[in-house]
């Protein structure tokens, strides 16, 4: 039997797209000669499709395009995924399903039974779990047909809560009792840089632990906030990686089932370094935000900061030079070299800059509040309002020309609330909203791996945001490499303050930090998508209470 | 037996405030001869919690002050609701619980079953539920003790996607089957205008089906978005309703059961209005998003039109009127009557007042973006300026002088998107969010029931944003009765757009509304947090995709 692993980069809600792609896939795997096509989870209508799912048309939608599919699968078979309706009087009104196209229609359908809800999951809302397991049989082969979760029954929770289990059933072992040859597995499981080794060893440590053949086929592609990473497997039944499917890409490729089983021939060495993985995730996170969104070119203010220039550069890889545009908004306080920075990378890139000096405009906007700040000092009201006008100029140019504003703040400041509302905390998306400051130093190095593109005295300087005279981040915040391991171990390990520790750490600092992070939940509540590369990002999978005492 | 039902308004994360209430409410109680006292679910740490329920620290801290407040009932018992451990080895790692307080210690628990995980309710997110039933037994009584959801099995879906049941168990059924004399629910389910009439229903109906007393008591309060209205009520063993708290305000009343299961002697007539509770629950909802957040000021910029004069007297009412100050910001396309109009209020309302004309600052702008928009025309990218500019100077008046800057967009124009982005959308909390614009009118009416506060002339202009010479909302959109329809039927009831119907709705204008409606996620994706009043509101309960094609 031969097998065919479709990684593909599906659109939510874009039907003609999604349906186009995987009938395409069916025709070039059956003229392979392969017996049967494997796609992600929820392929037909994308993951996530988040409350589309409660839309009664979105589902008939499903189901209809099933049907057009299945007219594709004659000679082949093809195990897509789609919701399915729940015709039980009770219980959620769908089911996450695994439907098998064979001889032109729905042959049969399999549920999902371990549904995700935490962090930025949130399947339960609309999904009914399998509870009564059956296998497919096909061509004399009998396979264990599973969605994603259903394999990360033994996976432990994420802090130091508890080392119990999440889930108290285990498809796999239910599935084992009915003497299954393969297992297959439809996935739709984010990126996060440090999770990478975590699913290698989960997958093969399931074929091992079943003595079976496994394919995983996960969806690649950015939707909004989640990039999709691929990284599709094929694990022998000894639980050794037996074929591997490039992330970040569209990937088909078919395999014979037999020499699966005679088991991998090869080692694959994986590298260490997620910085690499978050350069690609990222250039693919806003490639898709903007061809997914339909929109060609973006825009964004470059201070001559680390921050603004390391998102320019992803940008510009992503969307082309010629589809990047930037503004340089130099004030009074801005010194000489941001400009002269600036614009050496926007030259080295090729990218359209133009200089607009916000003083005048921050002049007459104090002007016109002297009446009633008659006290009025130079503060952080001030600095905002530069941080805002610029905002203003920038939205301004979105609106003329159509090129979407690029946040560029990065996590570390998003955490403690460095950075202004609706000032550089505006745009459509956040680039960098789940990177470390460390981490965007470690990009600038990546990007300049080959020659300089950001001028080192960019990556030099200390950081600044330059909205008053001699201003420096470490006026306000604790250095960086301290700052960010608070932050990690706060944030992603969810440690509890007691437990953070390492080179440099005081209880005080630790404090301080952490509310911070508490008193600045209102900003990040307001804050733009952003791309999530990390186990735990701000936004959609944090989701903490904003009036509140903690 | 005497039963005492405590509606308190709870902090989330707030310990020692909401411990200091419990045990005050123990005491007098106990003054009164009561046998035991119910309160709210989760209410140690306050309802909803979010993902501080996946810090160890704060569930240990809700365990610390159970201590506590055991400590506190001694001749008296209480049911309190906090999160508990799941001690089994695999399953979420908590319940949501209901803990029993007697002689001084925690004498038993009991957890909730329906784990509502739809809308703005995520409790699978951190909960395992219960699945083997048991009954309270104290002072020869047995006591089905039920948590908010429990009780709520019948209730059909919201939309036409089907009319089965969401539930595939009914706690109150397991546990009739164990022969209970009473029916007790810890309840914290938010205020909905449209669902006061089904919640009584849900409760009259579950005791006349057991035939047995029910004693319901829901929390009161604003945190953040939601507003829980109270109206805890005693339901006699027949259905009819015994009493009720009183909504939006904190109640406490003890009851003898003896009475309670002779039977309701008087009939309770509600109001059908929803006006005037939509009133009350906005003035509540701001009133503790200051109190709980320790904010005492807000801020609002007055143009003249009706949402912000609206707004205003709630958040006035709320606050007091020396806690409010407002900003008229006039352009050159603002009219005379718009400052005049506004003046006028601010001045029956003596709330402090100034006015900046913006136009020298707008001018400087367009004066810095001359030489980039050679050909700048008189478009949208102008009003926008406008609009933002406005912002940056109520957010000046904020950070200099801590006023909180409220947002006055209604749920029409967030839905439809007609509303700046960094503009008139700025602010810590949307006051009319999710009160539709033919509602804000009726607010008016209601606000004026007396004496005129709201000058007349501010509800009869026709409706306009005035970012241009003559503009008026109809320019853009449909007439608001006509919107406010189509914008309900799509969003509260979820009806499919080929379902929409009603006097003047053509299929034209709903395909319009419906694709302006999801054109305008990304907006309201960065909104701030709306006061729920409805059903369905904008932001936490409403996740649509924002990179999806529908």
């Not at 040859?181 to 290698?200: G, H, M, Q, W, Y």
């Not at 990009?443 to 330059?466: C, D, H, V």
């Amino acid at each position: 039997m031969k097998i065919t692993a479709a990684q593909l980069n599906f659109h939510v809600g874009n039907f003609d797209r999604n349906v186009k792609l995987i009938c395409e896939t069916i025709r070039s795997a059956r003229a392979e000669g392969s017996d049967l096509v494997v796609f992600s989870e929820l392929s037909v209508p994308g993951y996530p499709p988040h409350d589309l799912l409660e839309q009664r048309e979105f589902i008939e939608k499903c189901y209809q395009n099933l049907e057009v599919i299945a007219t594709e699968c004659k000679g082949i078979a093809a195990l897509v995924g789609a919701p399915s309706f729940n015709e039980a009087p009770a219980g959620k009104r769908l089911y996450n399903s695994a439907f098998f196209l064979n001889e032109g229609r729905i042959a049969d359908i399999f549920h999902k039974s371990l549904l995700p809800t935490y962090d930025i999951f949130d399947e339960f809302r609309y999904f009914e779990p399998l509870k009564e397991y059956r296998i497919l049989k096909y061509r004399n082969k009998k396979i264990a047909v599973t969605i994603c979760e259903d394999l990360w029954d033994e996976q432990g929770f994420d802090n130091d809560f508890s080392s119990s289990r999440l889930y108290t059933v285990s498809p796999m072992d239910e599935l084992a009792r009915l003497g299954p040859d393969i297992i297959i597995n439809l996935s739709a499981s984010p990126f996060s840089a440090t999770r990478v080794e975590e699913k290698r060893r989960i997958f093969t440590e399931k074929a091992a632990k079943h003595r079976l053949p496994l394919f995983v086929v996960n969806q690649v592609g950015g939707n909004a906030e989640l990039i999709f990473e691929g990284g599709s497997m094929v694990v022998d039944p000894s639980g050794k990686i037996y074929d591997w499917l490039e992330s970040f890409t569209e990937q088909v490729r078919t395999y014979d089932l037999s020499e699966v089983i005679k088991g991998a021939s090869k080692d694959f060495v994986f590298g260490k370094d997620h910085i690499p993985l978050i350069h690609d995730a990222l250039i693919l996170g806003i490639k898709d935000y903007f061809g997914k969104m339909n929109f060609k070119s973006a825009l964004l203010g470059l201070s001559g900061g680390i921050d603004s220039a390391v998102a320019l550069c992803l940008a510009a890889e992503a969307l082309g030079n010629n589809n990047m545009r930037v503004l340089l908004l130099p004030s009074m306080y801005s010194s000489g070299h941001s400009v002269t920075d600036a614009v050496k990378l926007a030259e080295n890139l090729g990218v359209h800059y133009d200089i607009i000096n916000i003083s005048d405009s921050f002049n007459s906007i104090r002007e016109s509040l002297h009446t009633i700040m008659k006290d009025y000092s130079e503060d952080a009201t001030g600095e905002n309002i530069q941080a805002r006008l610029r905002s203003i100029l920038l939205m301004a140019l979105s609106n003329k020309f159509g090129n979407i504003l690029l946040s560029t703040s990065n996590k570390s400041e998003a955490a403690v609330g460095y950075s202004t509302l609706y000032g550089d905390m505006s745009g459509g998306l956040s680039v960098l909203g789940d990177v470390y400051k460390s981490d965007v130093y470690r990009l600038a190095g990546y990007i300049n791996r080959k020659k300089e593109i950001i001028p080192g005295n960019i990556i030099t300087k200390p950081p600044s945001a330059e909205l008053r005279p001699h201003q420096q981040d470490t006026d306000t915040l604790p250095e960086y490499q301290i700052l960010d391991e608070i932050l990690y171990q706060y944030i992603e390990l969810q440690r509890s303050p007691g437990k953070i520790n390492g080179k440099g750490i005081t209880g005080d600092t630790i404090k301080k930090v952490i509310s911070m992070i508490n008193l600045n939940e209102f900003k990040r509540f307001q804050a733009p998508p952003v791309l999530r590369i990390s186990s735990k990002a701000f936004g959609y999978g944090r989701r903490m209470p904003l009036v509140a005492k903690y």
